[in-house]
């Protein structure tokens, strides 16, 4: 523990990162005791206090991460003024070039994604926000490398002797076989010095065969390498060559915009969204939980999060006010986060650094909405005795995406990957009310309405009236309409910005109870687990766009 540490803090950080890294994404706490040396006692006290907080959750005897783990994350790029300034010239650049764009910092000796801009085909790029890559494998690595220090070189030289498979990196496919270590150094420096001349480098299937990448330096008012862009491409789509000739000229001219704007901007610090109420409710928590929560933790988790919503950091100050802390104990936990690396000191000013993301963010980044869902549907199978899906609009008919089985001997499962039409049923009704009035109209005029059941509506105004209806209610109840026997009851599920991204629904057997009954008693079972599948969805998307 660091003099000034907080114990207690440096301990459950050690913890989020030992899950974070494990080659496992789920182990016990006998694990986590060997892995951290943290003794067992005090890692119960942590992942009870991180499963209070909602970062880690259990399953039997197992700990994994919860979506509440990419909060640090989520602050460092709410906080970056480097991504605030240039995330839409990201944008811009990959629909001009009709190319996947990124944007990358210096993370120690390695290039951390913190913007991107992806072109979805057939064969696509799966590199996330929050990825880090090793340096010598990407342009932007290279790129970067360009500002490199002899202790720089000396500390990638170590990091290379501990992983020469690169293992430690998930952004990018393990090597299968160490390389010769002189050649690379060679190799690495060579491009450097190229990068130099050029003003670019490429990144020619080094990370995998297919992959081409352009990398250009985004500079800093002082002139330092802010970051580095990367144009990525396929060899199917272009040669070297080809790309090289193509995309230098733009992305050039990108790179010199963007330089300009962050000159004209300079980061200023920000003021955070004040939460003064949040140090009481910690203290009330922990008297709700005696010993096993783990106010120091929590506290400093929070000053953590309190760099959401602000540019250029955090004074001491504004840290306090923001969480309700006194100054010293807000002190106390920028420090200890600056002696581990994941803030700094500039100024009077606190910053968050790209490696907060290790604690989570990176692990987790790659999740889709199904993967976000799926525990919360078990739970609601479980508790309502009822089958449970999720769905999403798929051209004019709806797909499940993910679902849990209830239960019970008679089951009705909605598998991944069915498609129904919509109109009939719950959960298209639901999403298709979630749309504007002029698409909904649009896509209901081209829908040829079909009995399915003697409970069918069959009427284009019949249907339309039943959707506006769901709108007005926020929820659709189904009785026999496409199957006989079955019900459904569906609800919405609303990004942060209120839009519908899905749909939750309950299959339930048409038995002696009446549908308003079922109604009545499953809606407000469904409707918290929307809320809460909603409450990941804003953690897990506050800075991508959703993965379905």
């Known amino acids: 523990m660091t003099e000034q540490g907080q114990g207690p803090l440096e301990r459950g950080l050690t913890v989020l990162r030992a899950l974070a890294d494990s080659p496992e994404p789920r182990l016990r706490r006998s694990d986590l005791t ?19 907080l909602g970062y880690v959750r259990e399953e039997g005897r197992d700990a994994l991460l919860a979506p509440g783990a990419m909060a640090p994350g989520n602050a460092y790029l709410a906080s970056s003024p480097l991504r605030a300034a240039l995330t839409g010239h990201v944008a811009q650049l990959a629909n001009q070039l009709d190319e996947s764009v990124s944007l990358a910092v210096p993370d120690r000796t390695a290039a951390r994604l913190i913007d991107q801009a992806v072109r979805r085909r057939t064969m696509y790029l799966a590199f996330h926000i929050g990825g880090l890559l090793p340096a010598e494998r990407t342009a932007a690595g290279v790129v970067l490398a360009c500002d490199w220090s002899d202790e720089d070189f000396s500390t990638w030289r170590k990091q290379r002797a501990m992983d020469p498979l690169d293992a430690s990196f998930n952004a990018v496919p393990t090597r299968a076989c160490p390389p010769d270590e002189d050649a690379l150094e060679r190799d690495f420096t060579t491009w450097i010095r190229q990068a130099r001349t050029d003003g670019w480098a490429l990144d020619d299937e080094w990370v995998e065969p297919g992959l081409l990448a352009l990398g250009a330096p985004v500079h800093a008012p002082d002139g330092t390498v802010a970051g580095a862009i990367s144009v990525l491409t396929h060899t199917s789509r272009h040669t070297p060559e080809s790309f090289i000739s193509e995309v230098v000229p733009p992305l050039r001219a990108a790179t010199t915009e963007m330089t300009a704007a962050l000159t004209a901007s300079p980061p200023t610090p920000g003021q955070p969204r004040v939460h003064p109420a949040q140090a009481s409710e910690l203290r009330l928590r922990k008297q709700d939980l005696g010993m096993g929560f783990l106010e120091g933790l929590a506290r400093g988790l929070a000053v953590i999060e309190a760099f959401q919503g602000t540019l250029g950091g955090l004074t001491i100050t504004a840290a306090a006010e923001a969480t309700g802390l006194s100054r010293a104990t807000a002190r106390r936990n920028l420090l200890t986060l600056t002696a581990l690396g994941y803030a700094r000191l500039v100024g009077d000013t606190f910053q968050l650094q790209p490696a907060v993301m290790d604690l989570g963010f990176e692990r987790l980044s790659p999740l889709t909405l199904a993967d976000l869902a799926t525990p919360h549907l078990r739970e609601l199978a479980h508790a309502s005795g009822q089958s449970a899906s999720l769905a999403v609009l798929d051209g004019d008919d709806i797909r499940s995406i993910a679902k849990a089985a209830a239960p019970r001997v008679l089951r009705i499962d909605l598998n991944p990957g069915t498609r129904l039409p919509a109109p009939p049923t719950a959960l298209g009704r639901v999403l298709l009310a979630g749309l504007p009035p002029s698409e909904r109209a649009e896509r209901l005029r081209r829908f040829t309405p079909q009995a399915y059941t003697s409970a069918t509506l069959t009427s284009q105004g019949a249907i339309a009236e039943a959707v506006d209806t769901v709108s007005r209610d926020g929820y ?43 109604r009545d008693e499953l809606l407000p079972v469904l ?22």
């Open 476 to 518: 659709a109840l189904v009785d026999q309409e496409f199957h006989e026997g079955i019900r459904s009851l569906a609800v919405p599920i609303h990004d942060s910005a209120g839009r519908t991204l899905a749909a939750l629904n309950l299959t339930l057997h048409a038995g002696s109870s009446s549908a308003d009954a079922e």
């Open 34 to 52: 060997k892995i951290t040396g943290i003794p067992r006692s005090p890692v119960d006290r942590v992942l009870e206090t991180l499963i209070q």
């Open 527 to 548: 409707r918290m687990a929307a809320r809460r599948i909603e409450a990941d969805v804003a953690l897990a998307f506050a800075c991508a766009e959703p993965v379905l």
